[in-house]
């Protein structure tokens, strides 16, 4: 089992930056790899972004690419989302989430563990 819990969301002007953070209990954080996802009122859940367990393969969402970067720190079993240039489309609750297959993975099905999600708002 892994626990995953997300911080870092809030109130942002548009332009601005926030860092979300995951941290991860339970089991070895170093052999999963982690992705973020998020979830705008009336939609499904999108992906975001995705690293593996080294951190040496990410991926994005087109939406986001050049703004947003995943990172993690296996040492403090944590992976992080830092995301600049804030939209007011990219209001959403986000939500982190594990798996421990090999190949990277967008869909929300490929991923067993999941965080409760944090929100964030971009005004205009």
């Known amino acids: 089992q892994v626990q995953l819990e997300e911080s870092g969301g809030g109130l942002v002007q548009a332009e601005g930056s926030l860092r979300l953070s995951c941290a991860a209990s339970?089991?070895?954080?170093?052999?999963?790899?982690m992705g973020w996802f998020r979830q705008r009122p009336g939609k499904e859940r999108e992906f975001v972004a995705t690293?593996?367990?080294?951190?040496?393969?990410?991926y994005y969402a087109d939406s986001v690419k050049g703004r947003f970067t995943i990172s993690r720190d296996n040492a403090k079993k944590t992976a992080y989302l830092q995301m600049n240039t804030l939209k007011p489309e990219d209001t959403a609750v986000y939500y982190c989430?594990?798996?421990?297959?090999?190949?990277?993975?967008?869909?929300?099905?490929?991923?067993?563990?999941w965080g409760q999600g944090t929100q964030v708002t971009v005004s205009s």
């Open positions: 989430a594990a798996h421990f297959h090999t190949e990277l993975i967008l869909a929300p099905a490929g991923y067993d563990y």
């Open positions: 339970g089991r070895t954080f170093s052999g999963s790899s």
């Open positions: 690293i593996t367990w080294s951190g040496g393969s990410t």
